[in-house]
Every structure is written in structure tokens, then in C-alpha cells.
């Protein structure tokens, strides 16, 4: 894939290259039409909102989208006539719906700005919770052994359920076993387990029988539980598309299925298989209920994964939202907020890594 | 391809390619005895008896879906490949049945390459790395890398093409080129015998010679077998050619096989006249 940034230098081609798009050009009366059906329901809606005290969301559902429905429905009927007009009907939806869509995402990061970004600063970051109430001032105090948990939990689970969850696609796509429908069955059965019932799990089979005590290690158990079926059937499906083409070639060359699996068709699904691997980090990285029952709490910084209970992200913003402490409350939206930073820079870091081209 | 393309294709013919003489034959390599197979219940092919003579060329024609593809994939064990194939009679390699149970596929398949009709580098591989794939993926130990990149690539006409981006991934080279690479990664590990199935539907002319000067070259030491539409190639090509049929309802057979220049120039059957002479197929 090619990245080219943007230059101002081209901008001037960009515009020569207009005259050279005919198909751009439209006739005055379809532009006029177009024009009318975008500005009118936008008059008749911002009107409304000056006049009235319906609400905004109502105001934008109940009569916004119909009445553009409506004056697409008749622009389109006057410029093409009645074949025209399913198709507005369906663009109008189409892009009310992604409307809503980045409306809804960009709301939520907007919250969490609004309300988090109050706590951040470097110590936020680096500090963490030793000798620090909730009643404290933001001045002090900062989420860095959660960070540090976290990111252990992630890396645990993801050791352990990322080769066998690719171990299994393979057995799915590569090896085509007997047993492929029952694995199937159970993967697929397997993401539905509620979080919860994975951190109980662990938290009776491997804390209550003594095995290890609640730490890093038997939350990224727990997660591993939860991230497993998402790696699993997302490998699965990379794995498939990789053409047939590509597997009898490197076996008609003397391949034996292992090499062939090994060293052509993972590579060949490469970026695919890193896709998987995000995926089964963004289902985990923000559940909260295996970590409370398998990892527990701690103020301290734990490195040890096997040793103590160690704090986490989402327990830490599960542990301050709910008290009466303002600043404790600011220092759990400041942690959600660097929680989906986090998430961001893992994924893009995956990407780049992803992108790697072969050759020079 | 345009009339000009085309003329230009035969032109150069005379003077590039020299015309096939048949090569007395010698012993033979493969044989395929009362080859019968099936996809699931369907019986695709029926009886077929082909003998190919050690260092020749022999050429297998027919309209689609009469069998030939399926044949030639029986020649190396990838049939089996395909869930619900079924195989009776038995396909001679050196005299030993290649599906005794006491064969190793693998094995064979080291020694009977394929080209394939669609080309299939290896997209996460350079193109250096493709060439010497075969090794790798067979764990065979030849030393001289630098030396088999360059002697294959030369084999299969594309060395100069690409001696300088022996770095480059394998998927930025044109459709010809990949096609070109592929043969050349089939010869890296030196089969005894080197099926093609179709290895120039997908290239232009100029390409498409180049490909066939490579398989007369080859011939001196390899057994190559070819699956070709192209009556004039396999003309061009290839020492003897069986003509496959499969008529109405019936499974795939060979209607007539022998020598190129008897199966063109003198058919004993007025089917295998009506195909060559493109009146049907």
C-alpha cells in the first residue's frame, strides 16, 4: 500500500486535472436541485431549534431526517424521475446512519476529554496510588502501576492465547481434520462467555486451590479465556483467503504441509494475523470483571507477575468512578482516557509493524 | 490476440524456434496405465494409457473439460489433494507405481515439478526468494545459491529482466514475469520430470516464445509435459501429443496420441482432424 502525504505542489495538478474529469460536470438544473434539497430542511430544522424547545436528538431523528428524505426524494424525482428516487432514499440513509455512527464515537472521546483530561499530567502517567485517598488533590497520585498492570495482563494473555488461537485456525483451514465442525463449535461457543464467568473461573480453579495467588499471571488466564475465540476465528478467516493457488504450488514443489503452512501461507496472511491479534487485544484490554475477581487490587507498582495482586486500568476506573470525591472521580475519567490512547497506539503500532513490505 | 500479434508470433516461430523433430524414443519416464478417475461420484477420466519417453516434450490437447488438467495433477500426486477424488489403474514413475503406499508424495513431488496456469509466487517472498523457495520448503541442501538464482532465471528468460531487483518482492513483476519467475522456481530444484498445465494462457506473445524456447531448451534434459489450447505451440513445442476427448456424458479419454508431426500433419481419426484443424473444441 502507498502512502502519499499531501503536497501543496499538487494541488495546482489537482485543479488542471479538474477540467480533465467530465464526468464531473453536471447540468445547472441538477446542481440547483441538489442545492435546494440540502438548504431547505436545513432552514425549516435550524428554524425549529431557535423556535422551539424540542430536543436536539428528536429534532434530528423525527423531523430532519424525513423531511431531507422527503427533499432528496423530490430533487431526485425532478432530475432523474421515479428511478431516481430509491437511490436518494438509500444515500440519505446511508449517510444519516454513518453520521450517527462517528456522532456516537466522537461523543465518547469528547466526554472523556471533557471529564479526564482535568487529571492528566506527567506524574498522572508515572505516580502511582501509594499513600494517595480519594480525597487527595490531583497534584499527587497517577495510575502508572495500573498502566504497568495492564499492560503485563494484555501480555500474558496474549502469550498465551495468540499461538493457540492460530494453532487452531490452522487446524481449521490447513489440516481439515475430523473434528474441524466440533472446534468450530466450541470457538464459537467460547466467545460467548460472559468476562465475568471467565475471571470466576480462574479465580476458582487457579486462586481458591492455591495454585497462584491473584496476580498478573491469573488475570492474563482470564483474559486469555476471553481473547482465544476472537484470535481463533479471525486467524480463520485471514487463513482462508489465502488462494489454494498458493499451497499447491509450494507443495508441488516437494513442501511438506508443515513448511507449506509455516513458511507460505502465514506469511502470506501476515498483516491479516496481526489484524487478529488486535482484535483479541481490543476485546480484553478493557473488561473489568475477570480482572476484580482473578487479579485484584494493589496501590503499589507490581512488576512480579506471579507474586501479588496486582492493579489494572480498568479496576482502577472501576475503583474511583463511584466515589464521592471529585478528584477522585476526574482521576478515573483521566484513566479511561489514557486507557483508549493506549488502545490507539497499540493499534497503530501493529499497523506499522503489519506494513512491513518484503524486499528492499 | 490481434491477426498481426498472431502473425508475428509464427513468423518468429521460424526463424526462433526450430522446428520439433521427433527424438528417438528412448526409455521411458512416466507412464500412466488404465488411469481411471473420479470427482465424487462423476467419472472424469477413463482408461488412459500414455507412455512420455525420457528428455521429450509431449503436448496434451483437447477442448475443456476433457481431463487434461486433471490428468497432468495425477502425475504428481496433487489430485488427491481435491476432497472426494478417486483414482483406479496406476501412474508408472521409473517403472515404480508413484501411489504405492509405501511412496512418500513429497518425495514425488520433488521430482516432478508443475507449473501452474495462473502464476503463484509467493507473495511474502523476494524474488530471489521465490527461485530458492523450492529449496527451502523441501529442505534439499544445494550450496551455489547465487549460482542457481542466475542459471535458473536465465532458463526461464527472465534473468535480465530482473538481475538487478533480485531484492523486490515477487508481486510487483508483471503477470508474465510472475509466470516466468515460477518456472524458474520449479527448475531451482532440479525435477526429473516438469508438468505444465496451460503456462502461457496468461501471457503475451513475446512472453509466451520466450517460454517455449525455455522448454526446447529443457527438453535436452528434463521430460516435460504440457497442457496446451494452443495448436500451434504444441507444434511448436513438443516431440509427440495425445488428444483428449470427452463427448457427451462420457468420462475423458485419449482419442489419439503418437508422434506430433503423424497427430497434425497425417490424424487417424476424423476427430482428431476436426480439433486440430479448429473445426470444433
Not at chain 2, 544445494?142 to 538487478?164: F, M, P, Q, S, Y
Not at chain 2, 504440457?226 to 482419442?255: C, K, W
Amino acid at each position: 500500500m502507498s502512502t502519499t502525504t499531501f503536497n501543496p505542489a499538487t494541488s495546482v495538478q489537482l485543479e488542471q486535472q479538474k477540467s480533465m474529469r467530465p464526468w464531473r460536470k453536471k447540468p445547472t438544473k441538477f446542481t440547483m436541485a441538489v442545492t435546494l434539497a440540502v438548504v431547505i430542511p436545513a432552514l425549516i430544522v435550524a428554524a425549529l431549534y431557535l423556535t422551539s424547545d424540542i430536543p436536539v436528538p428528536i429534532l434530528l431523528v423525527v423531523i430532519y431526517l424525513p423531511l431531507q428524505l422527503i427533499a432528496s426524494g423530490i430533487a431526485a424525482w425532478a432530475t432523474k424521475g421515479t428511478r431516481g428516487v430509491a437511490d436518494s432514499v438509500i444515500i440519505v440513509n446511508a449517510i444519516g446512519a454513518s453520521l450517527f455512527t462517528v456522532i456516537v464515537l466522537v461523543s465518547v472521546i469528547g466526554s472523556l476529554i471533557v471529564r479526564g483530561f482535568r487529571a492528566l499530567s506527567p506524574h498522572f502517567l508515572f505516580q502511582n496510588s501509594v499513600y494517595i485517598s480519594p480525597s487527595t488533590p490531583l497534584d499527587y497520585g497517577g495510575i502508572g502501576h495500573s498502566l504497568v498492570g495492564t499492560l503485563l495482563i494484555v501480555f500474558i494473555a496474549s502469550l498465551i492465547s495468540v499461538p493457540i488461537g492460530i494453532a487452531t485456525a490452522v487446524y481449521i483451514t490447513e489440516v481439515r481434520g475430523r473434528a474441524v465442525p466440533y472446534v468450530r463449535f466450541f470457538v464459537q461457543a467460547m466467545s460467548g462467555v460472559p468476562s465475568v464467568v471467565a475471571g470466576l473461573f480462574i479465580l476458582t480453579i487457579v486462586v481458591a486451590t492455591g495454585v497462584f495467588n491473584q496476580s498478573a499471571f491469573a488475570g492474563g488466564l482470564a483474559y486469555a479465556i476471553l481473547m482465544l475465540p476472537t484470535v481463533a476465528r479471525t486467524a480463520e478467516e485471514v487463513l482462508k483467503l489465502v488462494p489454494d493457488d498458493l499451497r499447491t504450488g509450494a507443495l508441488a514443489l516437494g513442501s511438506t504441509r508443515a513448511r507449506t503452512v509455516l513458511r507460505v501461507v502465514i506469511p502470506a496472511a501476515r498483516t491479516g494475523i496481526i489484524t487478529a491479534v488486535i482484535l483479541g487485544v481490543a476485546r480484553v484490554i478493557g473488561e473489568t470483571a475477570p480482572l476484580l475477581l482473578a487479579a485484584g487490587n494493589n496501590d503499589q507498582t507490581v512488576v512480579n507477575p506471579f507474586g501479588s495482586p496486582i492493579s489494572s486500568v480498568p479496576t482502577y476506573i472501576f475503583n474511583n468512578v463511584a466515589l464521592p470525591y471529585p478528584d477522585a472521580v476526574s482521576r478515573a475519567w483521566g484513566a479511561a482516557l489514557v486507557l483508549i490512547i493506549l488502545v490507539a497506539i497499540l493499534f497503530t503500532l501493529a499497523r506499522v509493524i503489519g506494513r512491513g513490505r518484503v524486499g528492499r | 490476440m490481434s491477426t498481426a500479434e498472431f502473425e508475428d508470433v509464427m513468423d518468429l516461430d521460424i526463424q526462433g524456434v526450430e522446428a520439433s523433430t521427433v527424438h528417438p524414443a528412448g526409455p521411458t519416464e512416466m507412464e500412466s496405465r488404465d488411469l481411471s478417475v473420479w470427482f465424487g461420484q462423476r467419472k472424469v477420466l477413463e482408461g488412459v494409457n500414455i507412455a512420455f519417453p525420457k528428455n521429450t516434450v509431449t503436448a496434451l490437447i483437447g477442448p475443456s473439460g476433457c481431463g487434461k488438467s486433471t490428468f497432468i495433477r495425477t502425475l504428481n500426486r496433487l489430485h488427491e489433494l481435491i476432497p472426494g477424488a478417486a483414482l483406479a489403474g496406476s501412474v508408472l514413475y521409473e517403472g515404480k507405481d508413484i501411489y504405492d503406499a509405501a511412496v512418500d508424495p513429497v518425495h514425488i513431488r520433488l521430482q516432478i515439478g508443475m507449473v501452474f496456469q495462473k502464476p503463484n509466487p509467493f507473495p511474502s517472498m523476494t524474488i530471489r526468494g521465490n527461485v530458492l523457495s523450492g529449496l527451502k520448503l523441501s529442505g534439499m541442501k544445494r550450496d551455489n545459491h547465487d549460482e542457481i538464482v542466475e542459471e535458473t532465471l536465465t532458463a526461464a528468460g527472465l534473468w535480465n529482466e530482473v538481475k538487478d531487483r533480485l531484492g523486490n518482492a515477487a508481486g510487483d513483476l508483471s503477470g508474465g514475469q510472475q509466470q516466468r519467475l515460477v518456472i524458474a522456481r520449479a527448475l531451482a530444484v532440479q525435477p526429473h520430470v516438469l508438468l505444465m498445465d496451460e503456462p502461457c494462457s496468461a501471457l503475451d506473445p513475446a512472453s509466451t516464445l520466450k517460454i517455449e524456447e525455455t522448454i526446447r531448451g529443457l527438453a535436452k534434459e528434463v521430460t516435460i509435459i504440457i497442457v496446451t489450447h494452443n495448436m500451434q505451440q504444441a507444434v511448436r513445442v513438443s516431440d509427440y501429443t495425445a488428444f483428449f476427448l470427452a463427448e457427451e456424458g462420457t468420462p475423458g479419454h485419449v482419442v489419439e496420441q503418437g508422434a506430433t508431426t503423424e497427430i497434425f500433419g497425417n490424424p487417424q481419426e476424423q476427430r482428431t482432424l476436426d480439433y486440430v484443424n479448429g473445426r470444433f473444441g
